[in-house]
């Protein structure tokens, strides 16, 4: 079952609903990776799901893992 993306992105409201909405991101994208890597197709368009950045995935998974372990706020090392 798809994730309509759009609309959870419509119900962002606060740190923890936004952290919900990086890692359906990024689940989405995995999705799309597992997909294009199954059909092994030459295509320089958009991939199955419409994601246009094959890299992006890195940076929605940094983002959400970021934001989970700051919830509490950031820890200074001094």
């Avoid at 994730?3 to 959870?8: M, P, Q, V």
């Avoid at 606060?14 to 990776?33: C, I, Q, R």
């Avoid at 998974?61 to 820890?75: E, T």
Wanted: overall charge negative; proline content about 0%; aromatic content about 10%.
């Amino acid at each position: 079952m798809t994730t309509d993306l759009y609309s959870l992105a419509d119900s962002v409201f606060d740190e923890k609903s936004f952290l919900e909405f990086l890692m359906s991101l990024s689940a989405d994208w995995e999705e799309e990776n597992k997909m294009e890597k199954a059909n092994q197709s030459a295509s320089f368009s958009t991939g199955a799901l419409g994601w246009e950045n094959g890299s992006v995935g890195a940076v929605l998974d940094a983002a959400a893992s970021w934001g989970i372990a700051s919830i509490d706020g950031l820890k200074q090392v001094v």
